[in-house]
């Protein structure tokens, strides 16, 4: 923690996971200088917690930090298997621990506060933002903020699944998989009742994929499910 608060800066970031670690990053790559950042978040991101795999068109800023991507999928059902070029777009796999390192490096050089602590409301007078922690207490104050915290949907959709995955990742003693191609999506899983289930291959290299099995429904599945 930060020793006498409220801590005065230009940008605070509320919430320092994925979104937040990529605006540092995108800081210190413009060679910002001079800002005064703040952090605050009980939880200091570190490691490899999750990976993140998504779309985009190949020669963005993340390519030096990927862990693969391909060109090309498969998508399986009981009836068959169709191969899909991507091209223009990509299908990419970025892991957290590179992503947490490159924002540390950015919130080194630009010398940020960290704020070890979770925020609360925010107020905003029209000229600073007050971030205040659950009780009431100021925190920072801030020109700018962004707030990345997780939320609810201000409403509920007509319907709302949950989203179940396990992943592993599996090592082959011989060549096995296809590095240019994903396996997006394998709907030969059981399907629920009410849902719908599938599987994924994702992998990086001729002997070793994530696999993951992902099941969305209405209800919390346990272990057992
Ligand atoms: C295992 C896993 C795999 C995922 N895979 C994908 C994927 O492939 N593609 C995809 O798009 N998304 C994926 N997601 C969803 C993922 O949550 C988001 O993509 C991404 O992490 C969102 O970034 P974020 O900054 O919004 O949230 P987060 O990275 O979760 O960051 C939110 C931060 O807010 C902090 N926080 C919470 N409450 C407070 C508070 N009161 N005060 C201050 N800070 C607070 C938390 O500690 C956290 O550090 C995955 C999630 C998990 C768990």
Do not use: C
Not at 42 to 59: E, I, M, S
Not at 116 to 133: F, K, Q, S, Y
């Amino acid at each position: 923690m930060h020793a006498s608060f409220p801590v005065d800066v230009d940008l605070a970031l509320v919430g320092g996971g994925g979104a937040a670690s990529l605006v540092l990053a995108a800081l210190d790559r413009h060679d910002v200088t001079g800002l005064r950042v703040a952090v605050v978040d009980p939880v200091h991101k570190r490691g490899q917690d999750r990976t993140w795999a998504f779309w985009g068109l190949p020669g963005d800023d993340l390519d030096p930090l990927l862990s693969a991507s391909w060109s090309q999928v498969d998508v399986v059902t009981p009836a068959g298997r169709r191969v899909l070029p991507l091209d223009p777009l990509r299908y990419a796999m970025l892991r957290s621990a590179p992503v947490y390192d490159r924002a540390a490096e950015a919130e080194r050089r630009l010398d940020a506060v960290r704020v070890g602590a979770p925020a609360g409301e925010l107020h905003d007078d029209g000229e600073r933002v007050t971030v205040r922690d659950p009780d009431g207490r100021d925190l920072v104050r801030a020109g700018w903020v962004l707030d990345s915290r997780p939320r609810r949907p201000s409403r509920p959709g007509r319907t709302s699944w949950l989203q179940h995955f396990r992943g592993w990742w599996l090592a082959a003693d011989r060549p096995t998989f296809d590095p240019q191609r994903a396996v997006l999506m394998d709907f030969r899983t059981p399907q629920p009742r009410r849902g719908v289930s599938f599987g994924y291959v994702l992998p990086v290299d001729d002997r070793f994929a994530l696999v993951e099995y992902t099941e969305f429904g209405p209800e919390l599945l346990d272990d057992a499910g």
